[in-house]
């Protein structure tokens, strides 16, 4: 498996070394060879390396055009094979609910196994966090607030949908865990990270989904639920780990269609909570 130390922000992005890590081991954990993030026709992000780069660049530039015009998100279109070192690798690229700006995520990986719905969602809800945090240098950022939080609304929106016409959004801001990622080194490093994620899967019903703010807080969307409920499911949660007990805090707000149509109300809560 490629290091997942082996990464390269791009210098246009101010980035924490504990964030850009965190992405490189989301794409190790994927089984990718290597991995670029593009915003517009920009990489921002690079995990791993190949000697086929100008040709793999060139690829995805010669049908730019008609990806930004044709691929829908989350719907991962194959770019052909290669063959490197005796080894055989498949090329997939994958748009993301993004605002103005389109942000691709490609991913080079051997010809076995496919990646799953949820090792994408995982990837891309990753990649979100990456373009939110990840400060621009220009002198206007890529990617805006509003450009990470527009997608999250139209969803909830979607759900509040029939008899459904409210619930509760559940944060979750974990301590900073990046003071024991040098001590602990990277296969456990990455070991808390997925028990984290493991454990809000668990929690997640049907017709739920949760997201990752930012390397620290994630949320956990439950339509239909009230105060009381989420107050009840979510009180005594804990995110076991073999390596250290994980402290949290909890923080829960309804949400309505209301809610949802107020700019100002709706960005309130996740500004407070990003």
């Known amino acids: 498996m490629i290091d997942p130390t082996q990464v390269n922000p791009s210098p246009s ?10 992405l490189g081991i989301s794409f190790a954990s994927v089984g990718a060879h290597l991995g670029w993030i593009y915003l517009s026709t920009e990489i921002v992000y690079e995990f791993g390396r190949t000697e086929k780069e100008e040709w793999l660049r060139n690829l995805v530039s010669s049908q730019y055009s008609e990806l930004v015009s044709h691929l829908e998100p989350m719907d991962p279109k ?4 290669f063959t490197e070192k005796g080894k ?12 103005e700006i389109p942000v691709f995520v490609l991913v080079v990986q051997e010809m076995e196994p496919e990646l799953s719905k949820r090792n994408w969602e995982d990837l891309s809800n990753q990649v979100l966090t990456f373009c939110a945090t990840g ?26 949908s029939g008899d459904t016409h409210s619930g509760v959004i559940a944060f979750f801001h974990l301590q900073d865990l990046s003071p024991f990622f040098k001590p ?12 984290v994620t493991a454990t809000l899967h668990k929690e997640t019903k049907e017709n739920e989904f949760n997201f990752q703010l930012n390397p620290r807080s994630y949320f956990l969307f439950c339509p239909g ?39 100002s109300r709706f960005s309130s809560i996740f500004i407070e909570n990003f």
């Open 225 to 263: 639920e009230t105060l009381d409920g989420a107050n009840h499911r979510f009180g005594s949660l804990y995110f076991p780990s073999k390596h250290l007990i994980l402290d949290y805090k909890l923080k829960i707000f309804p949400i309505d269609r209301e809610i949802l149509a107020d700019d």
């Open 88 to 99: 055989n690798f498949k090329i997939n690229l994958m748009r993301l609910p993004e605002g």
């Open 135 to 160: 400060i621009s240098l220009r002198e206007k950022n890529i990617l805006d607030f509003q450009t990470i939080t527009d997608p999250i609304r139209k969803k909830m929106d979607r759900a509040l």
């Open 13 to 22: 992005m101010q980035m924490t070394d504990y964030h850009s890590r965190r």
């Open 184 to 195: 602990l080194g990277v296969v456990k490093s990455r070991e808390i990270l997925r028990e």
């Open 78 to 81: 194959s770019l052909g094979t």
